[in-house]
């Protein structure tokens, strides 16, 4: 190893594991594969740091189904005594939990002939119905491709402290737009069709999704609600004054989510960079196979209705401008949580970033991640493909 600024933690490390300590105020650690650098791209999250975009973060880049660079940059909160973030803390990963539980487990359904992306969201879900003749037309695709004609976002947590009372008031909400006719991301669509995929496989999200997925992928680090000895050694993301009074870490950060008890379609996960490697190899055909070829190919190409959309089926695709940066080819998909969190897949490049970070710390109102994000991919993406 070699380097200047050593940090607590990282000294330690033996020569073997390959690690570099770079000589920088910011602490800041990284592993990478022979050939690889990632100077530009940590040079990027150490200015985040320092521009308190976020306190921390961690990154891995998978390529070819191994990963290639590796790092964790800054702390847990903007005080100097917190805890450094390493290449293995797990973060609250916000609505990527969309993709890695809620979108996994819709395509295993549809892999078993359990679901039908054309059934009306209504043959599952009666009380979805209400008044507005509209909902009859709202299919389980439309909520997968955010065309159901349901808003972005519900304050539902508001006016209830329980799962079931919130899930009844989300389907409950009503709709914004002729379903079909509108690309929409909504949270609330997310919510319904996590309990859609409940009552088809008479199982809970956070159990199906650990038995059928994480367990078979290895991702060791990848769960609903962490253990209580866990949450210590989590990155806060809140200082939340208004809603549980109290500093949020190791729980979820969306209010939604958390009055559900933590588990939800639209948010709740906490995972780490090295699980997110495992999961983009298996999405890239690659290592464990979980999703047949086509399957994988259905869910992740984007659509061509309604008018205007980016969206694949759960997951988004590269748009002009994109948070993924430049360089993502047409064929890639990702997706972002509100935390700071990100996974982007190139199918045809084979290659996979994550970036994580707790950028909602304390208070939720740096928004400098928008232009940390891009300039990160793009760095990482202009090292990948020797683009000067």
């Known amino acids: 190893m070699q380097g200047v600024a050593y940090t607590v933690g990282v000294t330690d490390l033996p020569q073997t594991h390959g690690f570099e300590v770079i000589g920088q105020a910011v602490p800041c650690v990284v592993r990478r594969g022979p050939g690889y650098s990632g100077q530009r791209a940590l040079a990027i999250l150490n200015h985040g740091c320092e521009q308190k975009a976020f306190p921390g973060a961690a990154f891995a880049v998978l390529r070819n189904g191994s990963t290639v660079l590796q790092g964790a940059v800054g702390r847990f909160t903007y005080d100097e005594t917190s805890q ?126 650990s038995r059928e997925i994480f367990a078979l992928l290895g991702m060791r680090s990848t769960c609903f609600r962490p253990k209580a000895e866990l949450r210590s ?53 690659l290592g464990t196979q979980l999703f047949r070829a086509e399957t994988i190919d259905g869910f992740t190409r984007r659509r061509t209705t309604p008018s205007g959309t980016s969206r694949a089926l759960g997951w988004d695709t590269p748009s002009s401008p994109s948070q993924s940066g430049k360089h993502f080819s047409p064929r890639s998909f990702g997706h972002l949580g509100y935390t700071g969190t990100s996974l982007w897949i190139d199918a045809e490049r084979n290659i996979a970033i994550a970036l994580l970070t707790n950028r909602t710390w304390p208070g939720n109102q740096s928004q400098l991640i928008k232009q940390v994000r891009p300039a990160f991919h793009d760095a990482v993406m202009e090292e990948m493909l020797k683009i000067s």
Do not use: W
């Not at 993301?237 to 989510?257: I, M």
């Open 233 to 285: 050694s989590i990155p806060p993301t809140r200082n939340d004054q208004d809603f549980r009074h109290r500093v949020v870490q190791g729980e979820v950060h969306d209010e939604n989510a958390s009055a559900m008890g933590g588990i939800s379609g639209h948010a709740g996960l906490f995972s780490n960079t090295t699980d997110l490697m495992r999961f983009s190899s298996s999405m890239l055909g």
């Open 84 to 209: 450094d973030v390493t290449l293995t803390t797990i973060f609250d990963i916000a609505s990527v939990t969309k993709v890695l539980a809620t979108t996994s487990m819709a395509m295993l359904l549809c892999e078993r002939g359990k679901l039908n992306l054309q059934q009306r969201v209504l043959e599952f879900l009666p009380e979805f119905e209400q008044a507005d003749r509209r909902r009859r037309l709202v299919t389980i695709e439309m909520l997968l491709a955010h065309s159901s004609g349901l808003p972005a976002y519900v304050r539902l947590f508001e006016r209830t402290g329980d799962r079931q009372s919130l899930l009844r008031l989300a389907l409950e909400v009503p709709l914004e737009q002729d379903p079909g006719t509108h690309p929409e991301y909504s949270d609330i669509g997310f919510i319904i069709l996590g309990e859609l995929l409940e009552r088809i496989s008479r199982e809970s999200l956070d159990s199906f999704c």
